[in-house]
C-alpha cells in the first residue's frame, strides 16, 4: 500500500496561508487542529488502531505544545499562568490516554480545547487585531 504524500506546492499552500493570518486567526487554526487531532484519536482508538491514535495523539501534542511555547508567562499574568497550567494539564492526559488506552483522557482534552477555542474566538470578535495571545 503506497501512502500519499502532499506534493510540494500544497505544503507552500499552507505555509502561505498560515503567514497571512493575524496572531488571534493562527491561535484559533491550532485550536482547530487540536480539537481535530484528538476527534482521530478518539476514533482511532474506537477502531483500535494504534498506529492512527498514537499519530494524532502525537499531533495534538506538538499543537499543544506550540501554544504553550508562545505564552509569555512573565508578561501575561494570571491568564498565561493558567492557560501554561491547562496546556500542562492537556499534556498529561494526552500521555494517559496514551499509556491507559483511556478515551475519557481524550474526551477531557477535547472538553478544555473546546472552551478555549470558544473563549479566543469571543475575543478575536470583541477586538479583532487587539489581543495578542
Known amino acids: 500500500m503506497t501512502t500519499f504524500k502532499c506534493p510540494r506546492g500544497a505544503e507552500a499552500y499552507r505555509r502561505i496561508e498560515a503567514e497571512s493570518r493575524s496572531p488571534m486567526e493562527l491561535v484559533l487554526m491550532l485550536y482547530d487542529g487540536a480539537l481535530r487531532f484528538v476527534g482521530e484519536a478518539r476514533d482511532a ?27 509569555n508567562v512573565g508578561d501575561g499574568g494570571a491568564i498565561a499562568r493558567e492557560l501554561d497550567r491547562l496546556y500542562t494539564y492537556m499534556s498529561s492526559r494526552l500521555l494517559e490516554a496514551t499509556a491507559k488506552q483511556d478515551a475519557a483522557a481524550l474526551d477531557d482534552v477535547r472538553a478544555v480545547l473546546v472552551t478555549l477555542r470558544d473563549g479566543w474566538a469571543q475575543l478575536a470578535t470583541i477586538a479583532p487585531g487587539a489581543a495578542k495571545p
Do not use: F
Not at 50 to 64: K, N, P, T
Open 45 to 71: 482508538m474506537a477502531r483500535q488502531d494504534v498506529r492512527a491514535r498514537a499519530d494524532a495523539i502525537s499531533r495534538a501534542m506538538a499543537i499543544i505544545a506550540e501554544l504553550q511555547n508562545t505564552l
